[in-house]
């Protein structure tokens, strides 16, 4: 079983920033692929960035350019920076971790809201 941590959202005026951080139990951390994924109110939730063991990246489109996920492995966290936010962008973002056998754990959510 792995437990994951969020924190880090609160409220923020548009063009604004914020970081998210995701604190993972369990002795093999470096070997999950991580992911950010957020619901909006009234919504599904929707992926939002994800990075491999390797460190590979990858983003949906509202995220590119504006947000970036990291790992540390040594704290067995990872980050997603969020900047320029905009109102869209208002939503519980959960972290998400995925094993080596494809077990997928989820976060409580970190609540980020964007308004002016």
């Known amino acids: 079983q792995v437990r994951l941590v969020e924190s880090g959202g609160g409220f923020v005026q548009p063009g604004g920033s914020l970081r998210l951080s995701c604190a993972a139990s369990g002795s093999i951390f470096k070997l999950y692929t991580m992911a950010w994924y957020r619901q909006a109110p009234g919504k599904e939730r929707d992926l939002v960035a994800s990075i491999t063991s390797g460190g590979t990246t990858e983003y949906t489109e509202s995220a590119k350019g504006r947000f970036t996920i990291s790992r540390v492995n040594a704290e067995k966290t990872v980050y997603l920076y969020l900047n320029n936010l905009k109102p869209e962008d208002t939503a519980v973002y959960y972290c998400?971790?995925?094993?080596?056998?494809?077990?997928?754990?989820w976060g409580q959510g970190t609540r980020v809201t964007v308004s002016s």
């Open positions: 998400n971790a995925k094993d080596p056998w494809a077990t997928v754990f």
